[in-house]
C-alpha cells in the first residue's frame, strides 16, 4: 500500500536509467477541453536544467518554466480541439542528448463529464466524517510507513478506520433515507504526524489517502452512488497544505509559501475582504497568513501555483465524474485565486455547482462572494453558492431562546435570518445546514431535546436552498458531554465497525429517541424529494406571534405551509390571519400522518412542533 501512488506512475511514467523524475503532474488529461492550455509540474532530481521535445498532433509545446530549485520543471502546451487521445512521449534533454522520457496519456472524456449536472435546491447533501463514518476494509487500518499509522477508537483525536469502502457499504442506507449528494471530508494523503483523520492538511494533492483505499475505489464510490442517483461532492482546500507535504522538503519557488520562514498566522479577520476601511497590512495578513502552524499557506498569487490548483480540481472533477466542489476556508485565499478556480471550472462545467465555506454570521459577507451580486468594490466572481452561516445561527438560538416574549427574541431571530435574503444574488443557491464537523452537534446545541431538534432539521428541509445534513443527525449523535471538542463532535458512527452493539444503519440498538428521530427524516426527505414547491418554489412569510412563525413555500400549482409551534402548549392557529395566500383552501394534509386537516376554520397545532401541511 506504501507504493500505491508509485504503482500508479509507473502506468504512465517510463524513466530513464538514472530513474530522476519523482512526480509528473496532472498524471493525465483529456482532449476537447474548453481551455486548451495544460500546465504540467515536473519534479526530479536536476530535472529543471533539461529542455523538453514532445511530437504529437495537435499538441504544442508553448514553453517551459524552471523552478527556483534545479529539481522543478513546468511544461506548459497547447493541446488543439481536434487533437486525438493517445499517447505521447516527452524527452528531456541535456545538451542535446536525451536523458529521461515520460510516456503522457490524453483521455477521451467521459458522456456524463461532458455535462455534468452539480447538486442544486432538489438534493440533500449528507456531510461524512470518512475516518468516522464505517470501517468497510480493516486490511487499511494500518498502513506501515505512514506519520501516523495506529488506529485508537478510544482516543478521539486518533485516528479511527473509517474508509472508502465503509462508504460504498453504506449506499444504501443513504438512499432508502433519502439523500441524494455526500460530501465526504477530504480523502486525498493527509500523512501528518499526529491529527491527520480529518483531511484538510493535504500532503499529495494526487494521492489517496490508503487509510481511506486506493483510488479505484474512490471510482467506484462515485460510480455507485452515482447509479444509485446520489451525487460525490469533492472537499477542496486552496489555501493551505499540511507541512507534511512533499513540497515541503523542496519548494518548487522561495515564494510558492507565504511567510515560508516565520510561519506568521493569519488573523482570521475575514472582514478585511469587504471592509472599505480596511488597511492594506490587516488585508495581507489576513490572506498570506497561515492557518494554524502545522497548515503553511500557499502563494496563490504565483501564477504557476494558481494553475497547479485548479487543475488538479479539474483533474479529480473528470476522474471521478463529480457532482460539485466544496471549497474549504474560501475567504482565506487571495480573491485572485478565488475567481480564477472558480470561473475556470464553471467555464468548462456551466452546470456543475461550487460552494464555499465563508463562515460569518453577517449575510453582507457571505453574500458577497456569490455569482451575481454586486458589490461595492466592484468584485464579481463564479461561485455559485457560499454556506449560510447566518441562518444556521439564527435556526439554533431561535429554538433554544427561553425569553421570547419581545421582539427580537425567539422565533423572530429566524424571521429576521431570512428578512436579509434581498442581499444574496440568489438565496435558493445557499447550502443550508443545522450543523457540521466544526461545530456542536445540532441535539447539542438544542439541549438534546428531541422535539426542538425536529423542529430544526424540518425547518432546514422545507426552507429556501439546499440542505446539507451531517452523518448521525438522524439518530442524535451528540457531544453534549464534551462541547466543542471536535473529537467527539466526529464521534464514530454506531454500526460502522464489526462488533459495535448499535448499528445504525440497521437500526438495531437504538434508543426509542433515535428510531423515532431516523424514522422522521427518513419520512421527510422521501416526501421532499417529489414537492416542487419545497425544491423550487418561492417563500412567504409572516412575522411571529405568540412563538408562532408561519411560512408557506409556494409554485402556481403547489402549495406547502409549515407552522413552527415553540410554546410547550398546543396552540391553536387562526387561518384568516394568513387569507392573502391561502385564499379560499379548505384542507391541508399532514404530510407524516396524512391525516387531512380542515384549515378553513382555526386548528390546533402540537406543543414544540413544526407542522407541515400540503395545502389543497
Known amino acids: 500500500m506504501r507504493n500505491f501512488f508509485f504503482s500508479i506512475v509507473a502506468s504512465f511514467l517510463v524513466l530513464g536509467s538514472h530513474a530522476q523524475i519523482k512526480h509528473l503532474e496532472p498524471m493525465n488529461w483529456w482532449v476537447g477541453m474548453k481551455d486548451p492550455n495544460l500546465q504540467i509540474m515536473v519534479n526530479g532530481k536536476g530535472i529543471g536544467n533539461t529542455t523538453v521535445s514532445i511530437s504529437y498532433p495537435g499538441v504544442k509545446l508553448k514553453n517551459t518554466i524552471k523552478g527556483d530549485s534545479e529539481n522543478y520543471l513546468f511544461i506548459n502546451l497547447i493541446i488543439d480541439a481536434s487533437t486525438k487521445p493517445g499517447k505521447f512521449q516527452i524527452s528531456f534533454l541535456r545538451d542535446g542528448k536525451m536523458v529521461e522520457k515520460a510516456e503522457y496519456e490524453l483521455q477521451s472524456r467521459s458522456m456524463v463529464t461532458k455535462s455534468l449536472q452539480g447538486f442544486n435546491s432538489s438534493d440533500v447533501i449528507y456531510l461524512i ?45 443513504l438512499k432508502n433515507m433519502g439523500y ?90 475575514r472582514t478585511t475582504n469587504h471592509d472599505p476601511n480596511a488597511s492594506q497590512y490587516d488585508k495581507n495578513l489576513m ?38 466542489i466544496r471549497l474549504d476556508t474560501y475567504g482565506y485565499s487571495v480573491k485572485s485565486l478565488l475567481n480564477a478556480w472558480a470561473c475556470r471550472i464553471m467555464k468548462e462545467y456551466p452546470q456543475f455547482s461550487l460552494v464555499g465555506e465563508e463562515w460569518s454570521l453577517n449575510p453582507l459577507i457571505t453574500s458577497y462572494w456569490q455569482a451575481g451580486k454586486r458589490n461595492h468594490d466592484g468584485y464579481t ?73 425536529q423542529m430544526a432539521i424540518t425547518c432546514l428541509l422545507t426552507l429556501r436552498g439546499i440542505p446539507q445534513v451531517y452523518y448521525g443527525s438522524e439518530i442524535l449523535l451528540n457531544n453534549t458531554e464534551n462541547p466543542g471538542d471536535h473529537g467527539f463532535i466526529r464521534t464514530d458512527m454506531p454500526g460502522g465497525w464489526q462488533g459495535d452493539g448499535t448499528n445504525a444503519f440497521a437500526s438495531n440498538g437504538l434508543s426509542q429517541e433515535q428510531m423515532s428521530m431516523q424514522s422522521y427524516m427518513k419520512s421527510l426527505m422521501n416526501w421532499r424529494k417529489t414537492n416542487k414547491a419545497v425544491i423550487s418554489g418561492r417563500t412567504l412569510h409572516f412575522a411571529p406571534f405568540n412563538d408562532i412563525y408561519v411560512y408557506f413555500r409556494y409554485t402556481d400549482k403547489e402549495k406547502v ?26 384542507s391541508g394534509k399532514e404530510i407524516f400522518s396524512g391525516n387531512t386537516i380542515n384549515i378553513s376554520q382555526p386548528f390546533n397545532v402540537p406543543a414544540k412542533t413544526a407542522l407541515v401541511l400540503e395545502i389543497h
Open 129 to 173: 466524517t470518512p475516518d468516522r463514518f464505517a470501517n468497510g476494509d480493516t486490511t487499511n487500518d494500518v498502513i506501515k510507513g505512514t506519520r501516523e499509522s495506529a488506529i485508537n477508537r478510544r482516543i478521539q483525536g486518533a485516528r479511527h478506520g473509517g474508509d472508502i469502502r465503509g462508504m460504498i457499504n453504506s449506499l444504501d442506507y
Open 180 to 269: 441524494t449528494a455526500i460530501w465526504p471530508q477530504p480523502i486525498v494523503e493527509n500523512d501528518m504526524p499526529a491529527y491527520s483523520y480529518h483531511g484538510y492538511a493535504i500532503t499529495d494533492h494526487y494521492k489517496v489517502d490508503p487509510r481511506f483505499g486506493t483510488l479505484e475505489e474512490y471510482k467506484e464510490l462515485a460510480l455507485k452512488a452515482r447509479a444509485k442517483g446520489i451525487k460525490l461532492i469533492y472537499d477542496a482546500v486552496l489555501n493551505h497544505i499540511g507541512s507534511s507535504h512533499w513540497w515541503m522538503q523542496d519548494l518548487p519557488f522561495r515564494n510558492w509559501l507565504n511567510f515560508p520562514e516565520s510561519k506568521t498566522q493569519t488573523t482570521h479577520v
Open 287 to 324: 490572506t498570506r497568513g497561515w492557518f494554524v502552524e502545522t497548515m503553511p499557506d500557499l502563494n496563490g498569487e504565483h501564477p504557476l501555483l494558481a494553475t497547479y490548483m485548479i487543475q488538479n480540481n479539474i483533474w479529480w472533477i473528470e476522474t471521478l465524474q463529480l457532482g460539485g
Open 381 to 453: 466572481g463564479c461561485l455559485g453558492s457560499s454556506m449560510d452561516f447566518p441562518l444556521q445561527a439564527a435556526l439554533v438560538e431561535a429554538l433554544r431562546q427561553k425569553d421570547r416574549t419581545l421582539w427580537g427574541k425567539g422565533l423572530n431571530i429566524l424571521y429576521e435570518s431570512l428578512a436579509n435574503d434581498f442581499v444574496y444574488a440568489d438565496p435558493n443557491k445557499l447550502l443550508v445546514f443545522a450543523d457540521n464537523h466544526d461545530m456542536d452537534r445540532v441535539f447539542t446545541q438544542l439541549g438534546n431535546d428531541l422535539q426542538l431538534t
Open 561 to 586: 405551509m409549515v407552522i413552527m409551534n415553540r410554546n410547550e402548549k398546543e396552540v391553536a392557529i387562526d387561518p384568516h390571519r394568513f387569507s392573502e395566500i391561502m385564499g379560499n383552501d379548505k
